[in-house]
């Protein structure tokens, strides 16, 4: 989809921008194409520049609650310092490097309730508008997916999707915010935990898998959170057992002992934002992963529809989100 806005701090008569990005999803770390088509006005213009932003919806906790708003987290100026005459189109293609932690949104094509936008701004005559907000679709590297089918063939569920403002503590994060995805236990572990979740932290040598257990209370203890971070070689994908990795890594997980009183039960893992560690069911709440021989696949179960994920989505293309940024990147 590609929206069109008149620049508005220009009024009518101003140019217009239309931006239109490579169509499919691509990898962190992988290379985001499109072209910015420009249409003068009714005059000429000086066109000082055009940044594409990278745009994520993302939760913040609060000691009162929870709220929702944008940051952008990366900037990327694609051109300026020309002349636009009147009614003149002008295409400015562009090519440029997602951060190696951007979150996936999708998995095998199903989107997971993320919403990650491209935004422009256009610099005209000393004024600054933001134009088109077009949705990024992003897939999983290899070795994430890798992770994530081995879930699935073990009979773990995908429940949620979420993007945390906030760090995880003793990791190499870069982002402020990062992604969790909230998966239900298989039979074999349902005994013992409620829910296990799981972020990636990309780079361009492999990956940080963080795991956190929601471990289950017995009759004679408390349920505790465990947490453990474990890593990735992006080269490991072809040559790993992935279903014994993974289960080795539930078991150490699991097994960890219980920190002594005095030390934090996270040690230098736990995700410090500073705010307590809580989680909602966000829009992908109404989708399951099925298990199987073709690994994790995201269906809809329980009487919800895909519309209405795609509506929340939705809401955060059309509504406007500027005065709720803040700028988590660099200007390239």
Do not use: C
């Not at 990005?21 to 990898?27: E, Y």
């Not at 940044?51 to 987290?73: N, Q, W, Y």
């Amino acid at each position: 989809m590609v929206f069109k806005r008149l620049l508005g701090s220009l009024g009518v008569g101003g140019p217009s921008v239309d931006t239109v990005l490579d169509p499919g999803a691509v990898a962190p770390g992988g290379v985001l194409g499109g072209q910015v088509h420009l249409q003068g006005g009714e005059a000429d213009f000086t066109v000082e520049h055009i940044t594409l932003e990278l745009v994520a919806r993302v939760e913040a906790e609060h000691e009162d609650g929870e709220s929702e708003g944008t940051v952008v987290f990366h900037r990327h100026v694609v051109g300026g310092d020309f002349r636009l005459a009147e009614h003149e189109r002008r295409s400015v293609p562009f090519s440029f490097p997602l951060p190696w932690e951007t979150p996936i949104t999708e998995l095998y094509g199903q989107g997971l309730g993320i919403a990650l936008g491209v935004r422009t701004e256009l610099g005209v005559a000393g004024a600054r508008d933001k134009g088109d907000l077009d949705p990024l679709a992003v897939r999983p590297l290899p070795a994430q997916e890798a992770v994530l089918e081995a879930f699935g063939q073990l009979g773990f569920g995908f429940k949620s999707a979420d993007l945390e403002l906030g760090r995880v503590n003793g990791t190499g994060q870069q982002l402020p915010f990062y992604q969790e995805i909230e998966i239900t236990p298989s039979p074999k572990y349902a005994h013992r935990v409620n829910e296990i979740e799981l972020t990636f932290l990309a780079g361009p040598a492999g990956l940080e898998v963080v795991l956190e257990a929601d471990e289950r209370g017995g009759p004679f203890s408390e349920g505790r959170d465990l947490l453990a971070r474990f890593a990735v070689d992006h080269q490991d994908v072809e040559r790993a057992d992935w279903n014994a990795r993974v289960e080795e890594w539930i078991d150490s997980l699991l097994d960890r002992p219980v920190p002594h009183p005095s030390q934090d039960a996270y040690g230098d893992h736990g995700h410090g934002h500073g705010y307590g560690h809580g989680h909602r069911s966000g829009p992908g709440v109404g989708t399951a992963v099925a298990a199987g021989a073709a690994g994790l696949a995201v269906g809809v179960v329980g009487g919800m529809v895909a519309a209405e994920v795609v509506d929340e989505v939705g809401d955060f293309f059309e509504g406007d989100d500027e005065d709720g940024d803040e700028d988590g990147g660099d200007e390239g």
